[in-house]
């Protein structure tokens, strides 16, 4: 059991943290609808990630940490800023012009649009003429098919457990003007690009400052900087800004501690070991996850054009995860043959 745990803690890593993020959608969602400014929760999901993690970087991190240099500081500024900030805050943007259904579906484009940039700066190599290639290219659109699948196919209804009558209905969509929804698509897609780019941007960033905790607190504490400017220019009401112990800052704490905090470094984590598509693969579970702990919730109807969507999302996800252990051991086998092959010269 310990060698199997030893053996698969990426991937167990990597399923606490979609189990997060699906966390993440339900608080957003209930915080938001009670009326919270969206800017506001941004900045204050920062606040409570970099006050959690501060001291886990000061002690943990404090022999590992090397100089910083001010080329250095200014690389994680940007990366801050592009890959957390700006991804966040055109997130809670663009859901006031899409349904959250569509918004849910389109975070699945983060693994294909991350193998889109990590084979063009060539942190990922695309190697068609190898199987595992071809697995890695066929994995990113299979899932990316099966996330739209789930979206926008319905089929019949499934009437689990008896739950749904055949006058049950379903939440209706969002009645929003093709402008609009252009708008928010785009901007959705703007959103899970500068994420993308952020999981790409990781892996150079990690060769130059080793120290993980300290890396991730450091791009916390600019993103909290950054999303404080961007919600005081964008909500100047004082009252908007009041915490109370309620719902509302269960939900902030949650995603500032839990999500922005703790799956930040399993994500650097993750990336080191096993590079930024790794990472983005596993980004489907989270819209799996959600649906089904809403359909035993709240019940919600749960079509057949859903199943087949998450067995797309399943297959292709196991397609990717193939590919890329393929080509890690094939990467391991060559170079210890290359190894025995200069002892022996």
């Not at 990597?14 to 969206?38: D, P, T």
């Not at 940039?117 to 068609?128: D, G, P, Q």
């Not at 959705?188 to 690009?193: E, P, S, T």
Request: charged residues 15%; positive net charge; proline residues 3%.
């Amino acid at each position: 059991m310990v060698n199997y745990l030893e053996k698969n803690k990426a991937c167990l890593a990597m399923i606490f943290v979609q189990l997060a993020y699906a966390g993440m959608a339900l608080f957003s969602k209930a915080a938001v609808a009670k009326g919270m400014n969206a800017y506001v929760f941004v900045a204050y999901r920062q606040v409570f990630a970099t006050i959690a993690l501060a001291p886990f970087a000061f002690f943990i991190d404090r022999k590992k940490a090397d100089p910083l240099s001010y080329k250095l500081i200014w690389k994680i500024f940007f990366t801050s800023l592009f890959g957390i900030t700006l991804s966040l805050n055109l997130y809670v943007y663009a859901i006031n012009f899409i349904s959250a259904t569509f918004a849910a579906a389109s975070v699945n484009t983060v693994p294909v649009l991350t193998f889109i940039i990590a084979v063009t700066l060539r942190i990922e190599s695309l190697s068609i003429r190898h199987f595992y290639g071809i697995a890695k290219v066929v994995g990113s659109a299979v899932g990316l098919s099966g996330a739209m699948v789930f979206a926008f196919v319905k089929g019949p209804q499934v009437n689990f457990m008896n739950w749904f009558t055949p006058n049950h209905k379903a939440t209706p969509s969002m009645n929003l003007g093709s402008k609009d929804w252009v708008k928010g698509c785009i901007l959705m897609l703007m959103g899970n690009f500068a994420w993308s780019s952020w999981l790409v941007m990781q892996a150079p960033l990690m060769k130059q400052y080793s120290a993980k905790i300290r890396l991730t607190e450091l791009q916390c504490f600019f993103s909290c900087l950054q999303s404080l400017v961007w919600a005081m220019a964008m909500e100047r009401d004082i009252s908007s800004w009041k915490l109370g112990w309620d719902l509302n800052l269960l939900s902030v704490a949650y995603c500032g501690v839990v999500v922005t905090g703790v799956t930040y470094w399993l994500q650097l984590w993750v990336v080191e070991k096993k590079g930024p598509l790794f990472v983005a693969a596993f980004t489907p579970l989270a819209l799996i996850i959600t649906a089904i702990i809403s359909m035993f919730l709240w019940k919600e109807i749960l079509h057949w054009g859903s199943i087949c969507g998450c067995i797309l999302l399943a297959a292709g996800l196991y397609c990717v995860l193939w590919g890329k252990n393929k080509e890690i051991k094939e990467e391991a086998t060559k170079e210890l043959s290359d190894s025995k092959e200069e002892i022996i010269l």
